[in-house]
Each structure stands twice: as structure tokens, then as C-alpha cells.
């Protein structure tokens, strides 16, 4: 992507937030980041299937 952001330039992208998690005060650090693993792989299938 660095090379595309390189020779495009910044107007060529655009960041959307898909969604916004907020840690539980339940949450270990490390039960907050499986879930913030999860909901990538779900991201990135959906990314996939929409391709």
C-alpha cells in the first residue's frame, strides 16, 4: 500500500471506522484483543465477499 500511497498520493485514500469496540471493565487485555482479532477476520471476509 506504501507504494500506491507513494505514487497516487493522499487524496487517493480514503479510512472509513467500521465500528467502534470499547473495552469491557470485565475485559482482561487480552479477552478485549481476541475480540479485537475476531472482528478483523470478520472484516476482512466481508471485504472478500463484497470483491
Known amino acids: ?3 500506491d500511497w507513494e505514487a497516487h ?3 487517493s485514500f ?3 471506522v467500521l465500528e ?6 470485565t475485559q482482561t487485555d487480552r479477552e478485549f484483543n ?4 475476531l472482528l478483523l477476520e ?5 471485504s472478500q465477499n463484497e470483491n
Open 1 to 3: 500500500m506504501r507504494s
Open 9 to 11: 498520493g493522499a487524496a
Open 14 to 16: 480514503s479510512f472509513t
Open 20 to 25: 467502534e469496540i470499547t473495552k469491557k471493565e
Open 34 to 37: 481476541e475480540d479485537l482479532k
Open 42 to 46: 470478520m472484516w476482512n471476509e466481508k
